[in-house]
């Protein structure tokens, strides 16, 4: 079992910064693909950038150059930096850990952006 917890959402201007980070329990850690997904009222799920055990990364194509996707495997956390913010990152952001046993995911965290 994994648990994921989120934190570092918040509200913010369009064109500042956010730090989501996202806290994972449990031994495997450092063999899961990790990710961000997000929901924004309304609209499906969608991912937002994923990151290997081995430290690729991959982006949707509305964040590239904006947002970056880190892990730090000792304490077993993924990081999501994100820049110019715009009024349509506005969402639940989810964190999500992909293990050959399952798929988990945390609570979210809010994510709004105003204009």
């Known amino acids: 079992q994994v648990q994921l917890v989120e934190s570092g959402g918040g509200l913010v201007q369009a064109g500042g910064s956010l730090r989501l980070s996202c806290a994972a329990s449990g031994s495997r850690f450092s063999i899961a693909t990790m990710g961000w997904y997000r929901q924004a009222p309304g609209k499906q799920r969608e991912l937002v950038a994923t990151?290997?055990?081995?430290?690729?990364?991959n982006y949707v194509d509305s964040v590239k150059g904006r947002f970056t996707i880190s892990r730090d495997n000792a304490k077993n956390t993924v990081s999501l930096q994100m820049n110019s913010l715009k009024p349509e990152d506005t969402a639940v952001y989810y964190c999500?850990?992909?293990?050959?046993?399952?798929?988990?995911w945390g609570q979210g965290t809010q994510v709004t952006v105003s204009s």
């Open positions: 999500n850990a992909a293990l050959p046993y399952g798929i988990y």
């Open positions: 990151i290997s055990p081995g430290g690729n990364t």
